[in-house]
């Protein structure tokens, strides 16, 4: 079954660093998100990405967020200068373009890639 | 986006039927009503989707009453793999490009 894969699964930074969280999404797939989870809280929606630009992002994803779609198979979320706060499990997901009617638009997600902000 | 609200936590034990009932008074035509399941350290996973009335897959079966005010996942012979956090969420998937808007959720616990 074809799936959505993150590097790395766990990472340490230093506070202040740059960070870049890599996604593949599925081959099919045009459209792309992260989300994020601090531990013990909900899944929160970071930013929907397509056709080559953001569609949608969330108060949380400010100017210390980016993401961009390098080649046609990366997807990737930079945080330029992290902070303790940010210190989450990023969840990368993608889905099929939607249809109306018989697309359930299903999100398929990864992994995660663990950011610990030190 | 619909508001949801469903239990905290809920206890079974293996073998069991689990059914989540998940408020959503204020569903709009065109929202559907989608369950994702989410093991510890893991992404959430769509489990089921339906409009109205009953769906069933392998996992699962959904029951959506005739005002669509509320839904009930029910997950039939629980095992201890089935221990995770079930999400209920009510949207347009059209108009929202599939954003999902996750709340607390309620968090399974089966017990052996």
């Known amino acids: 079954e074809p799936e959505v894969t993150q590097t790395p699964s766990h990472q340490v930074t230093q506070m202040g660093q740059e960070v870049i969280l890599r996604c593949v999404p599925i081959?099919?797939?045009?459209?792309f998100y992260w989300y994020r989870q601090i531990l013990g809280q909900k899944v929160e929606f970071l930013v929907s990405f397509y056709n080559n630009e953001i569609s949608e992002k969330s108060e949380i994803f400010d100017d210390q967020f980016s993401v961009e779609r390098p080649d046609g198979s990366n997807f990737t979320l930079k945080i330029r200068s992290t902070k303790l706060e940010d210190s989450a499990m990023y969840f990368c997901?993608?889905?099929?373009?939607?249809?109306?009617?018989?697309?359930?638009?299903?999100?398929?997600f990864g992994e995660g890639s663990r950011l610990t902000v030190l | 986006l619909a508001k949801t609200t469903q239990p905290i936590s809920m206890d079974s034990y293996e073998g069991q039927e689990v059914n989540i009932t998940c408020s959503h008074n204020?569903?709009?035509?065109?929202?559907?009503i989608t369950w994702y399941q989410q093991f510890p350290s893991q992404g959430p996973r769509f489990i089921i989707q339906g409009y109205k009335t009953k769906v069933t897959n392998e996992v699962a079966s959904l029951f959506i009453p005739a005002d669509r005010k509320s839904s009930t996942l029910s997950l039939p012979r629980v095992s201890l793999s089935d221990t995770a956090v079930y999400y209920c969420l009510v949207g347009d998937n059209v108009a929202a490009g599939n954003k999902l808007t996750f709340g607390g959720g309620t968090r399974v616990l089966v017990k052996p």
């Open positions: 997901a993608s889905s099929e373009l939607i249809s109306t009617g018989s697309n359930t638009g299903e999100l398929f």
């Open positions: 204020n569903i709009a035509t065109n929202d559907y």
């Open positions: 081959s099919n797939h045009l459209y």
